[in-house]
């Protein structure tokens, strides 16, 4: 059984940073490409960054230069570095792996 879990979220003022994680069990996905995406209120769920299995990275233009993904393949885990945090930040955020398998969500709230 996959069972992707996230950790990492919290409440930070704006200009901080955050750093979530994705432990991934169940299966390896160092071949996969894997994803974090997230939704605020009353939108749409949306991709923030990719990697795929070779650590080729693609980011949404809104947190380019401020956030970093990368992946620890020996330990099936992916993830999310954020810095220069701003309030459109805050949302729920999710693990994907494969395009295929989510995790449970992880909040992520910028407010002074």
């Known amino acids: 059984q996959v069972q992707l879990v996230e950790s990492g979220g919290g409440l930070v003022q704006p200009g901080g940073s955050l750093r979530l994680s994705c432990v991934a069990s169940g299966s390896s996905f160092s071949g996969d490409a894997m994803g974090w995406y997230r939704q605020a209120p009353g939108k749409q769920r949306a991709v923030v960054a990719l990697i795929d299995y070779r650590g080729s990275t693609e980011y949404r233009e809104s947190v380019k230069g401020r956030f970093t993904i990368s992946r620890n393949n020996a330990k099936n885990t992916m993830y999310l570095q954020m810095n220069s945090l701003k309030p459109e930040d805050t949302a729920v955020y999710y693990c994907?792996?494969?395009?295929?398998?989510w995790g449970q969500g992880t909040q992520v709230t910028v407010s002074s």
């Open positions: 994907n792996a494969n395009f295929r398998y």
